[in-house]
């Protein structure tokens, strides 16, 4: 795996994918800087060596067209602050201009080019498109996790311009590191915990994760299928009866692989979906008629919190109850907490794709736990085994 630590871009143009994907306000001011602080230190990086940095990123879906709302212009100051440069801005990200901009641009200079998604040919991976955006830069960093599971020209099609100039940023390669520890690498026992709402979203994970795994904790609406299938009432809990063979199947599976699989065995039943219904703690598979399972149990917990304090390395993905709404966050909040302090007793954690990563975040769990993936559908097609195009891109060479 190359990353930038193999480069020195002394007098080199890097042109670098980011993420800067973020959120503006109503008069366009960047309202959370997380992943303009994520690419920090690789352009710092290149800076350093004496190097000039060439960023390109999507913002929004403007579908191929000039959508004024989302010119990376609206984030260009804040990107300047957060750097610690003044960023030079282009209006295009191909072309005459972009080319002079590019070719002007000294050593420990930034520029940003205008939204890639203004043309259609981003999206749909369009060799020429990408072949222009190569004329930019000496060598090819890719830092933007968050779009990696996409073949677009700016994350996959671009790299081939540049054999044997190619390479990660910290980013990625901090992302594909904790992937590997967890899936490939991570000192046993290793725990997954699978939360969420559906298991028809989370089926291809268990089943890849199975062979990586020795415990598996399934939690959130998940689990009234599992106990539904195995012969429990669960009431009016979230649950797929289509998917009841394939949760009895993941079952036996597990138990031929040896993974423990651990279900809730009691939850917060509420006689409604609703922050202020009526509630009581109920066996997972007594759940009355009326009632739904909308967080984990006390016992439940209990066993969870043996469980995850008795592993190495963790995975989190999904939340184990309705944490939107405060009297069902409770279990997700201890499993964090539990999580936490595993991690403080030396375990790995990595928190990944989708609500848990909002759940860590409102909970303000983020620092404390090992890593927390900034992308959520590439980190959730990572986690179903797939090799990521813009991942491929970059080590095939
Ligand atoms: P996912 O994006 O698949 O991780 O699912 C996250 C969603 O699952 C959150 O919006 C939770 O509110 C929801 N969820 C977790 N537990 C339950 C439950 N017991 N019943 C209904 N929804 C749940």
């Excluded at 008069?27 to 602080?37: G, M, Y």
């Excluded at 990086?45 to 010119?71: T, V």
Aim: proline content about 4%.
């Amino acid at each position: 795996m190359k990353t930038i630590d193999d480069f020195n871009f002394e007098n080199k143009k890097a042109l670098i994918r980011v993420d800067f994907n973020v959120p503006l306000d109503a008069t366009f001011k960047v309202t959370d800087t997380n992943r303009i602080e994520a690419a920090k230190p690789t352009i710092i990086k290149i800076l350093e060596d004496g190097g000039s940095a060439i960023l390109m990123s999507h913002l929004g879906r403007p579908d191929g067209l000039r959508n004024p709302d989302l010119s990376l212009k609206h984030i260009l100051a804040t990107v300047s602050d957060v750097i610690g440069v003044q960023v030079k801005f282009v209006s295009d990200c191909i072309g005459e201009e972009a080319e002079k901009a590019a070719a002007v641009l000294q050593p420990g200079e930034i520029l940003l080019l205008e939204n890639l998604r203004f043309h259609s040919e981003e999206e749909n991976g369009d060799i020429h498109f990408a072949e222009q955006l190569s004329k930019l830069g000496d060598i090819y960093v890719n830092d933007a996790f968050g779009t990696a599971h996409r073949a677009h020209a700016s994350t996959t099609i671009v790299a081939q311009f540049f054999p044997q100039k190619k390479c990660f940023g910290y980013l990625m390669a901090k992302e594909i590191d904790a992937l590997e520890k967890v899936m490939r690498t991570g000192k046993k026992p290793v725990l997954a915990i699978l939360g969420g709402a559906k298991v028809s979203s989370k089926i291809t994970i268990i089943e890849n994760i199975l062979d990586k795994v020795d415990d598996l904790i399934i939690g959130g609406g998940m689990t009234f299928t599992f106990v539904k299938a195995k012969g429990g009432k669960v009431g009016d809990s979230i649950c797929e009866d289509d998917k009841m063979p394939l949760a009895l199947e993941i079952l036996e599976k597990a138990e031929k692989k040896g993974v423990k699989v651990h279900i809730p065995v009691d939850v917060i039943a509420a006689n409604a979906f609703s922050n202020d219904a009526d509630t009581k703690v109920v066996d997972v598979d007594k759940i009355p008629d009326g009632w739904q399972g909308l967080d984990a149990g006390p016992k439940t917990l209990e066993n969870f919190k043996k469980i995850i304090l008795g592993s190495h390395t963790i995975l989190w993905n999904g939340p184990v109850g309705v944490f939107e709404m405060p009297r069902f966050a409770k279990g997700t909040i201890a499993v964090g907490n539990y999580i936490i302090e595993a991690t403080e007793k030396g375990a790995f954690s990595l928190v990944g794709g989708g609500d848990s990563v909002a759940a860590v975040k409102q909970f303000g769990f983020e620092d404390q736990v090992s890593y927390v993936s900034t992308g959520g559908g590439a980190m959730l097609e990572s986690l179903e085994g797939k090799t990521l195009p813009g991942i491929a891109a970059i080590i095939e060479d």
